[in-house]
């Protein structure tokens, strides 16, 4: 061979080995890429089959959920002097012998309940919560449609509830539904909204708490007390400002139906770091909207990092009834 013809056979060599090094550098790229459309699929498929059993799931409580609903509202209705026949009984089972929600039958029609608003079952469990343990002091975060309900209650059997509202728009609205229905409101009356600022609060998502509902570790021999926070994770969480807090001691019965979800991640996360060292050793505890994933990390994270809270029986899937339970020395 050639002087010539062996340079050319190696250039062509070295040209060869170019471009099987290209080539398998392509493979490479090619099966990388492959590897993360792998994933991508596998991601959507997990996506697409929770979807699939939460509409399954929807479907299901339709089946009975609107009915479970209807059978709330005419147990809670007479409850609070709403006829539902020919006789209107009053909020302690008296018969008032009219078809109105007062004696003179010309009190406004009640705010509706559900959707945005507490829904019967939730709203017929607190009340009946009330009337049964007959609280002193009830907090609501979040003022409306309950503030109206509990404080026709409160009205007839004694007691006060104090609504921790951050709109003042929305509160003046709650403050002329109770005006309408006849229940004294202000500092020192049977229900008192306080318009309360959302602030930066030194409060933080615990480490150990997943971001949406889902298994918590066990709560074992080290786990924080009764007021005790978790190891923290991430930036402050906004919440009521405290400093409006700090008349309220004993409370009997806790609803937190606020901050709004649009107001951040976790927004009701921090009314248990913040109230449980207010609340009476016997309190009970109503979360609404616990059907949505933040909601449920919410009550989950409560219930890991304070052993005395007890789960009572849920009166639908949107509420979760927790029980503090102190042993008294």
């Known amino acids: 061979m050639s002087r010539h013809e062996n340079a050319d056979r190696n250039a062509l060599e070295a040209r060869m080995a170019r471009l099987e090094e290209r080539l398998d550098e392509r493979l490479d ?99 009946h ?6 609280p002193q002091l009830v907090v609501e975060c979040g003022s409306g449609t ?3 309900w509990l404080g026709r209650v409160l009205a007839e059997q004694g007691g006060r509830l104090i609504s921790l509202e951050h709109d003042e728009g929305w509160a003046t609205h709650a403050r002329a539904m109770l005006a309408e229905h006849g229940v004294a409101e202000g500092v020192g009356q049977t229900v008192e909204i306080r318009v309360v600022p959302l602030v930066d609060v030194d409060v933080t998502w615990p480490a150990d708490s997943p971001a949406e509902g889902g298994a918590l570790p066990e709560v074992g021999e080290n786990a924080p007390g009764d007021g005790e926070a978790a190891s923290p994770a991430g930036p402050p969480l906004r919440w009521y400002d405290p400093a409006a807090l700090g008349d309220l ?30 609340l009476a050793v016997d309190a009970v505890i109503f979360a609404d909207d616990v059907e949505r994933p933040d909601e449920a990390a919410t009550v989950d994270a409560w219930c890991a990092q304070w052993p005395q809270l007890r789960r009572g029986t849920a009166p639908s899937r949107r509420m979760a009834v927790l029980h503090r339970q102190v042993q008294q020395r």
């Open 29 to 127: 790229a090619l099966m990388t890429r492959l590897d993360e459309v792998e994933a991508l699929v596998a991601r959507v498929e997990r996506v697409v089959n929770r979807r699939a059993r939460e509409q399954q799931d929807t479907l299901r409580h339709l089946e009975y959920e609107p009915v479970a609903e209807m059978v709330a509202a005419l147990q809670l209705l007479p409850r609070l002097g709403v006829s539902t026949g020919n006789t209107a009984v009053g909020p302690t089972g008296v018969s008032t012998g009219t078809t109105g929600v007062s004696t003179g039958g010309t009190t406004p029609p009640l705010p509706a309940v559900g959707g945005w608003a507490i829904e019967p079952s939730g709203l017929l469990a607190v009340v």
């Open 249 to 278: 001691t004993g409370i009997d019965l806790l609803l937190v139906d606020g901050p709004p979800k649009a107001t951040g991640p976790h927004a009701r996360y921090p009314a248990l770091p913040l109230l449980a060292d207010r």
């Open 146 to 148: 309950s503030t109206v």
């Open 129 to 134: 919560a009330v009337q049964t343990r007959r």
